[in-house]
Antibody, heavy 122, light 111 residues
Framework: QVQLQESGPGLVKPSQTLSLTCTVS??????????WSWIRQPAGKGLEWIGR???????NYNPSLKSRVTISVDTSKNQFSLKLSSVTAADTAVYYC??????????????WGQGTMVTVSS | QSVLTQPPSASGTPGQRVTISCSGS????????VNWYQQLPGTAPKLLIY???QRPSGVPDRFSGSKSGTSASLAISGLQSEDEADYYC????????????FGTGTKVTVL
């Protein structure tokens, strides 16, 4: 079955850019029935949606992060990526990638990666 | 930033029924479907309910969802020890073309 795996540095310095990749295995990222999202969760706190990308390249971002976020897709590698610029300690969180199979589960994240912890610190 | 409000905690003894509320507004719950996620300690969230009241394959029928107006609720009947987890409601928000918003989360404790 389809699995998602996040990867990237666990430590990022303040003001730098956080870069993460989500690798999709067990299926193609290119199916028109899916879109792909990033979600984060600070320790002991709730979930925050960061943004989404369709395999066409179309994106939507959380307005609160929009000026700093870029989500892209590389269909040849079956991956999609997150870049968050000008990070501060407030961006320290577990970052999850997730899938929406909109034909079956409209706007519901049916598959999640295990999550990766990113700490912003000098 | 959560715009969906949930009680911070709920509890019950094994076999009891527990209900979790989720309060939103006309731009989110009032005009879009609600999903519920279960997050066991140290793990990624899992889809529990989608489209207000539908269960994905594999989710026990002890879990049920409902929606009325700008509020939604999740019910767990026949509470079991493995149900001890955090639960989040979520919905798309139509203001400013998003975002997708999650609830504040409810910690369910099995006494």
């Amino acid at each position: 079955q389809v699995q998602l795996q996040e990867s990237g540095p666990g430590l990022v310095k303040p003001s730098q850019t956080l870069s993460l990749t989500c690798t999709v295995s067990g299926g193609s990222i290119s199916s028109g029935s899916y879109y792909w999202s990033w979600i984060r969760q600070p320790a002991g706190k709730g979930l925050e949606w960061i943004g989404r990308i369709y395999t066409s390249g179309s994106t939507n971002y959380n307005p609160s992060l929009k000026s700093r976020v870029t989500i892209s897709v590389d269909t040849s590698k079956n991956q999609f990526s997150l870049k968050l610029s000008s990070v501060t300690a407030a961006d320290t969180a577990v970052y999850y990638c997730a899938r929406v199979w909109w034909e079956l589960y409209p706007d519901a994240f049916d598959i999640w990666g295990q999550g990766t912890m990113v700490t912003v610190s000098s | 930033q959560s715009v969906l409000t949930q009680p911070p905690s709920a509890s019950g003894t094994p076999g009891q029924r527990v209900t979790i509320s989720c309060s939103g507004s006309s731009s989110n719950i009032g005009s879009n479907t609600v999903n519920w996620y279960q997050q066991l300690p140290g793990t990624a969230p899992k889809l529990l309910i989608y489209s207000n009241n539908q269960r994905p394959s594999g989710v026990p029928d002890r879990f049920s969802g409902s929606k009325s107006g700008t509020s939604a609720s999740l019910a767990i009947s026949g509470l079991q020890s493995e149900d001890e987890a955090d639960y989040y409601c979520a919905a798309w928000d139509d203001s400013l073309n998003g975002p997708y918003v999650f609830g504040t989360g409810t910690k369910v404790t099995v006494l």
